[in-house]
């Protein structure tokens, strides 16, 4: 799998204006986050790191997304192509997230292309 990395710039609901993507889905989920009226405001600049442990080491995941809708609710936001969420690593993140997500009030989601919709939100 190619990562195509870039910038989009010009953003109006990413407080920064422009940002970074490292993957096509990314590119196309921010196009997305942008376009959708539901979404007041999303930045991957959210400084969020959830501690979870991959083969007994201790590590920090770092959520794609932090979106915040219109009605106030927040939520996290992991943009992961499909092959991908079958690994150990992706479940074990996900795993914490949701855990770090309930204690905070927040919910997470898991974005992919491999749904009937593209933008299919994976609960």
């Known amino acids: 799998m190619i990562s195509k990395k870039g910038k989009l710039t010009n953003l109006i609901k990413n407080p920064e204006g422009y940002c970074f993507y490292d993957s096509a889905l990314e590119r196309e989920y921010i196009i997305?986050?942008?376009?959708?009226?539901?979404?007041?405001s999303w930045t991957k600049n959210h400084g969020i790191k959830i501690p979870y442990k991959f083969l007994g080491i201790p590590r920090n995941y770092l959520p794609d997304f932090l979106i915040e809708y219109q009605d106030g609710s927040k939520e996290l936001h992991?943009?992961?192509?499909l092959p991908l969420l079958f690994w150990l690593s992706t479940k074990l993140k996900s795993k914490s997230a949701e855990k770090y997500c309930k204690e905070k009030g927040l919910k997470y989601k898991r974005i992919t292309k491999g749904s009937i919709a593209f933008y299919g939100k994976i609960e």
């Open 78 to 81: 992991e943009t992961k192509g």
């Open 32 to 40: 997305e986050l942008e376009r959708d009226s539901a979404v007041r």
